[in-house]
């Protein structure tokens, strides 16, 4: 899962940087590459209680990575630039920073 998390942190960071610095405007194309990862990296946390939070905790869990699910694929339906980007960089990147956040808890 760590290394998941570590791909998933550098495609993100492609893609916002990339918008945001070099001003390239293939985010959406981009985001399509990365699909199957991004679902690889979901699926994880819906598969079960892996960090061990109480049922009211993982619910809401579930629900924000669904949630950043159906923001991925509406704005790859819809071609939104702006709505893929805060879905990678506000909702992806939280998930992944949640896995990291854990992983640094047990060191």
């Known amino acids: 899962m760590e290394d998941k998390a570590k791909q998933l942190w550098v495609v993100i960071d492609t893609i916002c940087g990339g918008y945001h610095i070099y ?5 959406i194309e981009k985001a399509k590459q990365a699909a ?3 679902q690889e ?8 209680n892996y ?11 579930c629900s924000y990575v669904v949630q950043v699910l159906r923001d991925f694929v509406e704005a790859l339906e819809q071609e939104d630039t702006v ?5 990678l960089d506000y909702g ?8 990291r956040e854990k992983d640094e808890a047990a060191i």
């Open 83 to 87: 709505l893929m980007l805060d879905t």
């Open 92 to 99: 992806l990147r939280e998930l992944i920073d949640l896995y």
């Open 23 to 27: 001003k390239d405007e293939k985010v």
């Open 51 to 61: 960090f061990g939070l109480d049922e009211e905790a993982y619910g809401e869990l």
């Open 41 to 48: 990296y979901c699926e994880v946390f819906l598969q079960g």
């Open 36 to 38: 199957g990862q991004v």
